[in-house]
């Protein structure tokens, strides 16, 4: 037996749905998106008012946005704090990858999905790539986006997600009317080998699944073979409490 310590982030749940019949095929539709948001929440049996970080589709389109912004503050946005024991002075801050590298199409929603699992295990919300004026159409200004809304987005620097636990929700939106959203949070925090144990620091570790495919039972082998020497070659090693690597999330792939 390999004892490998792998710390992840949980992708609670993921719901997809068609919109409702448009006016155009560029004006997608606000109610089935915030339906879209409950579903996935249902799901995952997660309280809208847990969600801190929504990472938008956000094309920067005139319509598309205003859309999208209404339905996030719909579900997320000031309504949801009205839940007993939620924060009356949370914001949900909202971005998109898509000022950074512009739209991926058919990689769009990935390329989302990979920056907020970054923010997750950093801990950390980058400023909006390239955001100078607001849309009036969502609001007059962030300050009143704020205030009537409940949404925020991170335009100055990086700021500290310092939710008490973190939960994201990753849209992505297709152009025939498909829509996808995800549910996604931090790990759950593992406890660490008391330090008083030297004989097997890893001992404790929990155990994961590894889910191997390949085109024939040939190269099978070869990658259970591989996959099985570099746990042999990590099984003795353990992060220095010093290394800065080992207080934070890490993932063997």
Same mark, same amino acid.
């Given at each position: ?8 982030? @949980? !992708?609670?749940?993921? &719901? ?15 109610? %089935? ?15 809208? %008012?847990?969600? %801190? #970080?929504?990472?938008? &589709?956000g094309?920067g389109?005139q ?37 950074n590298?512009? &739209? ?5 929603g990935?390329?989302?999905l ?27 200004s ?10 925020? @987005? ?18 992505? #939106? ?40 390949? &085109?024939s039972? !040939?190269?099978?082998?070869?990658y ?12 003795? !090693? ?12 890490s993932?063997?792939?």
């Amino acid at each position: 037996p390999k004892n490998i310590e792998l710390r992840h982030e @949980i !992708t609670k749940h993921h &719901h997809d749905s068609q919109g409702a019949a448009p006016v155009s095929i560029a004006v997608p539709s606000g109610r %089935s998106q915030s339906e879209l948001y409950r579903m996935a929440l249902a799901q995952a049996r997660m309280h809208p %008012s847990r969600v %801190s #970080y929504v990472e938008a &589709h956000g094309t920067g389109t005139q319509k598309g946005d205003p859309i999208e912004c209404r339905s996030i503050a719909d579900v997320f946005g000031t309504a949801s704090r009205a839940a007993p024991g939620a924060d009356q002075r949370r914001v949900v801050r909202v971005g998109s990858v898509k000022g950074n590298i512009g &739209h991926g199409e058919a990689a769009s929603g990935i390329a989302s999905l990979i920056k907020v699992l970054l923010m997750l295990r950093n801990g950390k919300i980058p400023p909006q790539a390239g955001f100078e004026v607001l849309n009036p159409a969502i609001a007059g200004s962030t300050d009143e986006m704020s205030r009537t809304h409940g949404l925020e @987005i991170c335009s100055k620097r990086v700021s500290n997600w310092d939710a008490k636990f973190r939960v994201a929700c990753v849209n992505n #939106y297709g152009a025939s009317g498909t829509n996808v959203a995800l549910v996604v949070c931090q790990p759950p925090v593992l406890s660490r080998p008391s330090t008083a144990d030297n004989t097997s620091p890893r001992r404790h570790a929990q155990k994961y699944p590894f889910l191997i495919t390949s &085109h024939s039972a !040939t190269h099978l082998g070869q990658y259970t073979a591989e996959l099985s020497s570099l746990l042999d070659d990590h099984s003795g !090693t353990t992060p220095r409490d010093d290394d800065d690597d080992a207080q934070r999330p890490s993932s063997l792939l």
